[in-house]
């Protein structure tokens, strides 16, 4: 961060606010193209939103935020439905847009953004078309991890991308299933894994000793009962003591039940 900017990085503040309590600074309103307009709720309704609005408390004490960059997002928001959408909130001292924006730019990857949201970011940075290597310096990351995550994340669908911000899952977790899983069933699995604590390791070895892809094959009448077979693997794998994990897999494999109980099965599908 150069110097000098300690003292204007406190003065912005990444907070989920209120789409309901955002009104827009006077004289803020463009005329927007439909197609783009279209497009950004698209993008919004399948990855949420990526990039910060920038907004101001209202002067006049109402609780309020005004709207100083992100129109197009906030009404894009509205028009969803979408209660909160995460702003960058600067005082009066910094509200100049350009110096707003200047910050974001040197320092996004500095903000405190969940793995899952900045790794989106990046994707969605490079599906926009900017190049790798700006993405990589902006991010700090290196060309092969903007290519991975571009990669990992393409094609990601609504119930993917909630799946895994509700879930919370790690991205080298997200990588196994994305290497192992149809795109179509990947939300489910994500949430049939869950809490679980499983690894990327465990979880590549568990599902190659479940006979995954074969399971698969056995079409989607058998769906539930394989989604149910893998969350009890992972939880049975996760509490059994340390050892090898080749050795753990075969203990699992000696406890693995004739017929899983009724509970054990209720796992939630959600994509039909």
């Not at 006077?26 to 990526?50: A, P």
């Not at 979408?82 to 909130?89: G, L, M, N, S």
């Not at 001292?93 to 990046?122: G, H, Y």
């Not at 979880?203 to 698969?216: D, F, K, P, Q, Y």
Request: charged content about 30%.
């Amino acid at each position: 961060m150069k110097a000098g900017a300690k003292e204007e990085a406190s003065s912005y503040v990444l907070r989920q606010i209120p789409v309901g309590r955002i009104r827009p600074e006077e004289g803020l309103g463009r005329k927007r193209d439909r197609e783009g307009h279209r497009e950004l709720c698209r993008s919004i309704e399948q990855f949420g939103v990526l990039t910060p609005i920038t907004v101001r408390p209202a002067p006049d004490g109402s609780g309020e935020f005004l709207l100083i960059k992100g129109q197009g997002r906030t009404m894009a928001c509205r028009l969803l439905g979408v209660t909160k959408i995460p702003a960058i909130v600067v005082d009066d001292r910094f509200a100049d847009e350009a110096k707003v924006q200047q910050f974001l730019v040197e320092n996004v990857a500095r903000l405190r953004m969940r793995p899952i949201d900045r790794a989106l970011l990046i994707s969605h940075s490079r599906r926009n078309g900017e190049e790798t290597a700006d993405i990589a310096r902006r991010f700090g990351v290196s060309y092969s991890t903007v290519r991975r995550l571009e990669a990992q994340l393409e094609g990601a669908t609504p119930s993917e991308v909630s799946a895994l911000r509700d879930q919370n899952l790690s991205l080298s977790l997200h990588a196994v299933i994305a290497r192992n899983v149809t795109q179509k069933e990947r939300a489910d699995v994500i949430r049939a894994i869950g809490p679980s604590g499983v690894r990327s390791r465990e979880l590549e070895e568990l599902l190659t000793a479940i006979g995954w892809r074969s399971l698969v094959e056995l079409g989607p009448k058998c769906r539930s009962q394989r989604l149910a077979l893998l969350k009890w693997s992972c939880e049975t794998l996760t509490n059994l003591p340390r050892a090898d994990l080749k050795v753990r897999l075969q203990q699992l494999a000696l406890k693995l039940p004739s017929k899983l109980s009724e509970q054990s099965s209720k796992t939630k599908v959600v994509n039909g």
